[in-house]
């Protein structure tokens, strides 16, 4: 089996791998923790988390964008791009460092990256999940221009004490609607990690969110 | 192929040599962290996953030691608790394993501690937001006893029907007046999900709800994994005329005097004498060491902690070190 | 003062040192190696990697040392360190039509193309202990003749045969598109397609399949076996890597391999057909593969629309139920201790019969 290792270190074809930027330093204990991070973010949904990697991901990707899908994905998740990020760079850093399928259509996907906010598609157009396997639903890493300003939202719901403020920037005007039809057919919905920067929040399909 | 690279230099993280940091693969990490998220997201539905076999036979925390192993790191602080207690067996072996494969620090101190991992209680002492209680669970499915069939429980689950549930309970009532169940006391998360509490006695059941501290749990040989965020609503089932009640003991702690906490049932001798001491060991060593007396004189409870063996153990200074063998 | 057992660090530790000592035994015994096992426990070792799903004869060895011969606990051992291997890809589905064949045998015809091959089996010995072999030395050299003819290359398969008039149903096409299920990666789920099935019979435990093989014989499921053939010989391991485009062969292992032939009484769609059971497994276990390809077929009954009345049929009940591994370390957790639900139990009880007391003197008065 020796040869094969060799062969296993060595990129696949198909991949451009110049000007490739660095993925995770460390990748098992950055990877654990942006993990934590992410957990916290799920667990605490509405309140912002910075991470300490500092990645220096392609454009137009933020660093937290890049370390939420890096700590992620992999062989068994297809990946969604939306059309601003979907260029040759990008596309080599997630096939290089995650070995991720990219897919075509939104419906297919296990994560959705979406840098335009403002044009993002509906929340509807990603796997919904299943009545009696609601986790095979998307994940939608959506990259805002800030997680400070913008409407402020309140939040309730599980891992909510009461009542959380949630400020993002850059949202279509449906998207809180979606929202709540997303949280009205419960268990079933996407989740979502908003990312701006190196800032991140978790918003589970649990949340109700209220203008 | 692509992070078979990146697993290599892995393997230099720490702990074991041969073994990858916390013994797990940086793949199956992955797919462990993926349905943790989503079992977050849905609260009390219980989320298939690929578990692997562990060193650790299933049915011995298999299912927990995965969880852990997918969160833990090296910054974090573990306790284990089986029975409640720090020094059982397997609790001792689980603490173990993780200082030798992940090299972290291990506590008895339910506060000092970011992730407690679990087998049949909650801490008496109160969790805090930041930690983590990872639960090991043996049998994930509250229906399980009522219907052995995995597609039945799973349509059961998908359209919220669980009048099979409230029949048996009822039963129970009209066959002993009360309801026959004292650990894996059935609940509701989020008004949703029907949920077992892995047996923890139902006197834990009340601390889940709008517990401040993430709740995880993981069923190794089941393969699925759960959770209750914090602050989040579970309640154990019942009726307006049979009110959840939790166990109530006449006598207190004999050791620390407790009057509100979990008891054992420690035998004297062979003509029915009996006291009765905390089920949480750091629980009561804390309270002892702060004063407090039970029933027992303190020669009595020396010589009952000398033969226990850990009980009013000072420190653990040293001890992971000479763990990492 | 009798206290309850509360076990430490340094009990552990002393059980390991009690239990080593024990493997060993007499330390004037000279101690087994490694090549010792491999060589002459083949069958363990085959039982071994197959339940344990890793080929690798010397680490079997090593398991079945360390378990003391235990092996279920070497199947255990073996399940351990597997799962903390890094997965370079997926070989090639193995060709057991091109199999270099040492045994093969039909029950189903007297001869047939490439004829029948007895080949090593237990089968005709008389079960007479061999006092010879007690003795040191006992074995001697090898006495096998060498065959006056060789092993025909071709050996098409018994099932193939039937094949050419439509008697026997199509193997199931091996879809491209579709992958593999893999339960080592991946969880159950119910119903069960028959990829995921055949995997957890293979890895399943030969003592639990052989006698849910033997309840469908013995009415317990509408079976009516044939074994159609059974061979054991070795075959071609090929992996494509990514980067290559093309396969090469990596190694070679030693499979058995059953095909069961059963009577199907045909339905709407099909005309009467025979149908296939299937059974495989690394090394030289016959008996598992036999019991597999009983079992493989008696969980069909959804697929071919029987009736599903008998524990073997049961694919919930089956497949939850073969493997040791759980089934081994959740019947053993029981040691662990329940001392707190015990407790919850004590109080249960001995409030429901301060109630019964209490509802007896009522109805007494």
């Known amino acids: 089996m020796a040869a094969m290792a060799t062969l296993a270190g060595s990129a696949p074809g198909g991949i451009d791998t110049t000007d490739l930027k660095p993925g995770l330093a460390d990748p098992v204990h950055d990877s654990q923790r942006v993990f934590r991070a992410l957990l916290e973010a799920m667990a605490r949904p509405g309140r912002p988390l910075q991470l300490e990697e500092g990645l220096d991901p392609p454009f137009p990707l933020d660093p937290a964008t890049a370390a939420a899908v890096l700590t992620l994905c992999d062989h068994d998740t297809p990946l969604w791009i939306d059309w601003i990020a979907d260029t040759p760079p990008v596309r080599a850093y997630f096939s290089f460092h995650c070995g991720c399928p990219l897919v075509e259509r939104s419906q297919q996907a296990a994560f959705g990256l979406v840098s335009d906010a403002e044009n993002m598609p509906r929340l509807g157009l990603f796997a919904q999940g299943l009545d009696k396997y609601p986790d095979r639903s998307a994940t939608l890493v959506l990259q805002v221009p800030s997680l400070s300003e913008g409407l402020a939202v309140q939040l309730s719901g599980p891992g909510i ?32 990690i908003m990312t701006s920067g190196r800032a991140l929040v978790g918003l589970p399909r649990s949340i109700a969110a209220e203008g | 192929m692509t992070t078979a690279s990146a697993e290599k230099t892995a393997e230099n993280g720490a702990g074991e040599e041969g073994y990858n940091f916390a013994y797990l693969d940086e793949q199956t990490k992955r797919m462990i962290r993926r349905c943790i998220l989503k079992a977050v997201a849905v609260p009390g539905y219980q989320v298939p996953f690929g578990g692997r076999e562990m060193p650790l036979p299933y049915g011995w925390g298999t299912g927990g030691m995965q969880v852990t192993a997918s969160i833990i790191g090296h910054d974090d602080t573990l306790k284990v608790i089986d029975q409640g207690a720090d020094d059982t067996t397997n609790a001792v072996n689980i603490r173990r394993f993780f200082a030798r494969t992940a090299a972290v620090d291990t506590t008895e101190v339910t506060a000092e501690a970011s992730i407690v991992q679990t087998r049949h209680r909650v801490p008496e002492d109160p969790m805090t937001e930041g930690q983590i209680l990872v639960y090991q669970v043996p049998q994930p499915e509250p229906l399980r006893k009522l219907e052995p069939r995995e597609i039945e429980c799973r349509k059961m689950h998908a359209y919220k029907e669980y009048g099979l549930m409230q029949v048996s309970l009822y039963e129970d009532i009209a066959r002993f007046g009360e309801i026959a169940t004292s650990y894996s006391y059935p609940v509701m998360v989020n008004d949703r999900y029907l949920m077992s509490p892995t047996p923890i006695p139902k006197f834990d059941n ?47 702690c004999a050791l620390c005097g407790a009057e509100d906490t979990f008891l054992d049932e420690v035998i004297l001798d062979d003509r029915g004498g009996k006291m009765y001491v905390c089920s949480d060991s750091h629980y009561c060593a804390r309270r002892r060491a702060e004063g407090h007396r039970g029933t027992l004189s303190d020669s009595a409870a020396a010589a009952y902690a000398a033969a226990v063996g850990a009980a009013d153990r000072p420190s653990e200074d040293g001890e992971s070190a000479e763990w990492v063998t | 003062m009798y206290v309850a057992v509360k076990g430490g660090e340094e009990a552990i530790l002393n059980s390991h040192k009690l239990i080593a000592e024990e493997r060993r035994g007499d330390p004037a015994v000279p101690e087994l190696t490694l090549t010792q096992i491999k060589e002459q426990m083949q069958i363990a070792v085959d039982r071994v990697m197959t339940e344990g799903s890793l080929y690798d004869r010397d680490l079997a060895a090593l398991a079945i ?81 060498e065959a006056a003819e060789t092993v025909a290359e071709a050996m098409p398969r018994v099932t193939e045969i039937l094949n050419h008039e439509g008697l026997i149903e199509e193997e199931i096409a091996l879809n491209d598109e579709e992958p593999v299920a893999d339960l080592t990666r991946e969880p159950m789920e119910f119903p069960a397609d028959r990829d995921m099935r055949l995997q957890n019979l293979a890895r399943g435990d030969e003592g639990f399949l052989l006698a849910l093989g033997y309840s469908t014989q013995r009415g317990f499921g509408g079976n009516h076996p044939f074994a159609g053939e059974i061979r054991l010989g070795e075959v071609a391991v090929e992996f494509a890597p990514e980067e290559l485009g093309f396969a090469i062969e990596i190694g070679e292992i030693t499979v058995s391999e059953c095909q069961m032939i059963n009577q199907f009484a045909g339905s709407a769609e099909r005309p009467p057909q025979f149908t296939r059971g299937y059974g495989l497994a690394f090394g030289h276990c016959e008996r598992k593969t036999m019991a597999m390809a009983l079992v493989d077929r008696a969980l069909r009954a959804r697929e071919l629309d029987e009736v599903i009345e008998y524990p073997a049929q049961d694919e919930e009940f089956v497949l939850y139920h073969s493997d040791n591994v759980e089934a081994s370390g959740f019947v053993q957790h029981l040691k662990l201790p329940h001392y707190v639900d015990f407790q919850s139990e004590l109080q249960l009880i001995r409030s429901l019969r301060r109630r019964h007391t209490e509802e007896t003197l009522e109805a007494a008065e």
């Open chain 1, 161 to 192: 004490d009461g009542r959380e403020t949630l400020r993002a920037a850059g949202l279509p005007d449906w998207f809180w609607n979606d929202w709540r039809l997303n949280a009205a057919q419960f268990p079933l919905g996407v989740d979502i």
């Open chain 2, 206 to 252: 009340p601390k889940m709800h709008d517990f401040p501290a993430l709740q995880l749990f993981g069923a190794g040989r089941e393969k699925r994994i759960y959770a209750i965020p914090p602050f989040t609503k579970v309640k154990s089932l019942d009726f307006d005329d049979h009110p959840f009640e939790v166990q109530q003991w006449e006598e207190n």
């Open chain 3, 65 to 145: 040392k360390q378990a003391q011969g235990d092996l279920v606990e070497a199947i255990f051992l073996l399940r351990a360190y597997r799962t903390t291997l890094t997965r370079f890809g997926e070989t090639l589905p193995i060709d057991t039509a091109k199999m270099a064949v040492r045994r093969r045998i039909s029950a189903a015809y007297k001869d047939l193309p490439g004829g029948q091959v007895l080949g090593p089996s237990y089968d005709y010995t008389h079960r007479l202990l061999d006092f010879a072999l007690a003795a040191e030395e006992g074995a001697g050299e090898p006495q096998a003749e």
